[in-house]
């Protein structure tokens, strides 16, 4: 079962993005009043990604260090920022209409088609990404997105890096 979660969770984050690489999720932010952002040069795990699969695990941990390294942060034991990420995913259910255009009836009725519903099952994600500052212990910056897992697995370490790249755009300056 956490094996499964784990390549959902890489799902989750490909169901997010478009095949370009940008991703076309609503990414949801949250900045401490009492964040020094402009101080910030250093940064560890405080956790492997929790809920995902090695390799899931392996695809975040990369973006994020690619990430955070672009602004000039370097990876270290006694860091001045610890990185979090957790992710969920669940099954839903939807109601789709299904319509028939071929005609037949009598009347007022006659070429109208039918119309019925199907029930489809899909599977939705939440990444969240936290990051907090050591010196205070408190979370500085959170951010959140979620969708629809897609079906298929393509391309999914290049979708990944749309995601986090769309969320760590929405860093503050300074960073």
């Known amino acids: 079962m956490k094996l499964a979660l784990g390549w959902l969770l890489v799902a989750c984050l490909a169901g ?16 401490s009043d009492e964040a020094r952002f402009d101080t910030y040069q250093t940064y560890s795990w405080l956790t492997r990604p ?3 699969k ?3 695990a392996q695809f975040i941990v990369d973006a994020i260090d690619a990430q955070l390294q672009q602004r000039g942060w370097r990876k270290a034991e006694n860091a001045d920022i610890a990185v979090r990420v957790q992710v969920a995913t669940a099954d839903r259910q939807t109601i789709e209409p299904v319509y028939n255009a071929a005609g037949g009836g009598y ?3 006659a070429g109208m088609g039918s119309m019925t519903t199907r029930a489809v099952a899909y599977r939705e ?4 990404v936290d990051l907090f500052d050591t010196a205070s212990k408190r979370g500085v910056w959170r951010a959140t997105v979620s969708g629809a897992l897609p079906s298929s697995q393509a391309h999914t370490k290049e979708l990944v890096d749309g995601v986090i790249r769309d969320m760590f755009a929405k860093l503050p300056a300074g960073s």
């Open 16 to 31: 997010c993005a478009s095949t370009g690489g940008s991703s076309s999720a609503d990414v949801q932010v949250q900045v």
């Open 125 to 128: 994600g939440t990444m969240v």
């Open 54 to 56: 090695a390799e899931g």
């Open 107 to 109: 009347g007022w009725m």
């Open 50 to 52: 929790e809920g995902a």
